[in-house]
């Protein structure tokens, strides 16, 4: 075949719809170091229109899915070492580092599945960055750090990899059970100048192409994840803002309480799924 002939073929393929890029490897099984993952389940019951959720990874391309499945190449790694730095760094009027009351962060373990939950004695829903804040203004007098910034999700990343590999279990009953339906019916709202939801593309879309993504079903078990598109953690609630800036609407403030519920409500739809976190995402 001539150079010519070669150049309109692969200009009829674009056109048609077809490309070159590696597609998801859907069958395969996420281990990683050794770990297996629980990456496709049958939907927890409270879910109404799907029958089985699957882990983001399993809609990603192969030399996607292959960076998470080695500490030593996946890049969200760095942030946790990063993190590793902040437990151990000594700030606030007390003078004191997050390993100063916790030796280990192992002691987190099993946290990440189950946030957000309710706290009694703040009387609220709170994510795994209230408990941060908490520690550091209550605790070694410290400032706050800011959600969705590096550091915070850094030390995010820290606490979540000790859950790694755990199902996630959150609670959507008792004193968060309002909480959840206000998250549930921010799910299903159109909002923006594209009037959609995030429903639409997660719920009523997934596993169709997009321009060069793949629509996954938004599962957050992964959170904090590493996207190769802007080389860094992101945190939940930043993707959240991500999205609704997608479809030009104006985004909830990250840490509100809009967030918060939708937190809840997504979380809930991965019940079942490992926590995955620090994952790989595009």
């Avoid at 292959?66 to 000594?90: A, C, R």
């Avoid at 593309?201 to 959170?223: K, P, T, V, W």
């Amino acid at each position: 075949m001539s150079f010519f002939n070669k150049i309109f073929v692969g200009s009829l393929l674009l056109m048609l719809g077809f490309s070159t890029v590696s597609l998801a490897d859907e069958s395969a099984k996420l281990v990683v170091e050794g770990q297996p993952m629980i990456t496709r389940v049958k939907a927890p019951s409270h879910m109404e229109n799907v029958d089985e959720i699957r882990s983001g990874w399993t809609f990603r391309i192969k030399e996607t899915q292959s960076l998470q499945m080695d500490d030593f190449e996946n890049p969200g790694m760095i942030f946790v070492d990063k993190g590793l730095d902040l437990w151990n760094k000594v700030e606030g009027s007390k003078n004191k580092a997050c390993a100063s009351c916790h030796d280990d962060a192992s002691e987190f373990k099993g946290l990440r599945t189950v946030m957000p939950r309710w706290n009694e004695s703040a009387n609220a829903l709170w994510s795994l960055e209230d408990h941060v804040n908490n520690c550091r203004t209550e605790q070694m007098g410290a400032e706050p750090l800011k959600w969705g910034a590096a550091p915070m999700d850094s030390l995010i990343a820290v606490i979540s990899l000790q859950s790694r590999g755990m199902p996630m279990n959150v609670k959507i009953n008792g004193a968060v059970a309002p909480l959840w339906e206000i998250g549930k019916e921010l799910f299903y709202t159109r909002v923006g100048q594209l009037d959609m939801a995030c429903s639409n593309c997660h719920e009523d879309n997934y596993g169709i192409m997009i321009r060069a993504d793949h629509l996954s079903q938004g599962q957050i078990n992964g959170f904090p994840a590493y996207r190769l598109k802007n080389a860094k953690l992101n945190s939940i609630h930043a993707r959240f803002k991500g999205c609704m800036k997608n479809i030009r609407a104006t985004p909830y403030e990250v840490g509100g309480d809009e967030f918060r519920a939708l937190e809840l409500y997504v979380a809930s739809r991965g019940n079942g799924l490992s926590s995955e976190a620090p994952s790989v995402r595009n």
